[in-house]
T-cell receptor, first 115, second 114 residues
Framework: SQQGEEDPQALSIQEGENATMNCSYKTSINNLQWYRQNSGRGLVHLILIRSNEREKHSGRLRVTLDTSKKSSSLLITASRAADTASYFCATGLMYSGGGADGLTFGKGTHLIIQP | DTEVTQTPKHLVMGMTNKKSLKCEQHMGHRAMYWYKQKAKKPPELMFVYSYEKLSINESVPSRFSPECPNSSLLNLHLHALQPEDSALYLC?????????????FGEGSWLTVV
């Protein structure tokens, strides 16, 4: 079943501009993770943010989480052509029994950086 | 670079064939996963193994049979597949435990059923 919904589904910007992608989800979560996928390749993990965190940074990436609105955003600053990829948010559900429960992925945002 | 290794990278099989996809990780992770991804769609969870035991099966047809021989290896046995099973199959792994952990993915195996 699908949990996250990314917005927008596609985004095209000029190199050097900032790119913002949003993700909404429906149920209570344990954590939210963002991934990047280049065409035909595997998923590269970007950031994990836990349900008790509001903001995290990693290099040019900034992720926010608003559990009251069940939403998250990914900001990529000073974009580069190499950032062209699909970006997915994925939620880890509350699992009181502990243990691994996998992730549920949103539909993804396809980001194109124009040189 | 991913530390989850999947083989083969590409596989073409007939509907009567039996084949296997293999996945290996040496990060000491005790949870391993299989996902299926169709073109232009998000990955969908198929199976979760926790401490080498199948803990989640997302109602996957029996023509897909997972196996976890040890804590580093995960196989997906394929038999009597249909053309609609053609997809990218992604293996992943993570630490176990409460609170959720980063899940690391391999590069995937492209499967074509003819």
């Amino acid at each position: 079943s699908q949990q996250g919904e990314e917005d927008p589904q596609a985004l095209s910007i000029q190199e050097g501009e900032n790119a913002t992608m949003n993700c909404s989800y429906k149920t209570s979560i344990n954590n939210l993770q963002w991934y990047r996928q280049n065409s035909g390749r595997g998923l590269v993990h970007l950031i994990l943010i836990r349900s008790n965190e509001r903001e995290k940074h990693s290099g040019r990436l900034r992720v926010t989480l608003d559990t009251s609105k069940k939403s998250s955003s990914l900001l990529i600053t000073a974009s580069r052509a190499a950032d062209t990829a699909s970006y997915f948010c994925a939620t880890g559900l509350m699992y009181s029994g502990g243990g691994a429960d996998g992730l549920t992925f949103g539909k993804g945002t396809h980001l194109i950086i124009q040189p | 670079d991913t530390e989850v290794t999947q083989t083969p990278k590409h596989l073409v099989m007939g509907m009567t064939n039996k084949k296997s996809l293999k996945c290996e990780q040496h990060m000491g992770h005790r949870a391993m996963y299989w996902y299926k991804q169709k073109a232009k769609k998000p990955p969908e969870l198929m199976f979760v193994y926790s401490y080498e035991k199948l803990s989640i099966n997302e109602s996957v047809p029996s023509r897909f049979s997972p196996e976890c021989p040890n804590s580093s290896l995960l196989n997906l046995h394929l038999h009597a597949l249909q053309p609609e099973d053609s997809a990218l199959y992604l293996c992943a792994s993570s630490q176990e435990g409460l609170g959720g952990n980063t899940i690391y993915f391999g590069e995937g195996s492209w499967l074509t059923v003819v």
